[in-house]
Nanobody
Framework: QVQLVESGGGLVQAGVSLRLSCVAS????????MGWFRQAPGKEREFVAA????????YYVDSVKGRFTISRDNAKNTVYLQMNSLKPEDTAVYYC???WGPGIQRGADYWGQGTQVTVSS
């Protein structure tokens, strides 16, 4: 069982940056692929970014490429999402996710409770 706790969301103006953090429980964090998803009001949850178990195999949805950066610190059981040049369309609840093995873009084994990011224009 893996528990995920996100933090770092907030209300910001367009153009600024935020960094989301997700701390995972357990001693096998380094073996999990990690990812971030988001769900905007009235929309389905969508994949945002993923990172492989030891930092390789990084993927992004096209809409955030060049603005968002996913990273992980296995010593701290933490995955990060650095979000730069935020836009109003980035407004959503952001969820941290973990998956044993590849393919987290298609779904995860574990989910965090979510953290709200609101970007005003």
């Amino acid at each position: 069982q893996v528990q995920l706790v996100e933090s770092g969301g907030g209300l910001v103006q367009a153009g600024v940056s935020l960094r989301l953090s997700c701390v995972a429980s357990g001693s096998t964090f380094s073996r999990y692929g990690m990812g971030w998803f988001r769900q905007a009001p009235g929309k389905e949850r969508e994949f945002v970014a993923a990172i492989g178990s030891f930092g390789g195999s990084i993927y992004y949805v096209d809409s955030v490429k060049g603005r968002f950066t996913i990273s992980r610190d296995n010593a701290k059981n933490t995955v990060y999402l650095q979000m730069n040049s935020l836009k109003p369309e980035d407004t959503a609840v952001y969820y941290c996710a973990a998956k044993w093995g590849p393919g987290i873009q298609r779904g995860a084994d574990y989910w965090g409770q979510g953290t709200q990011v609101t970007v005003s224009s």
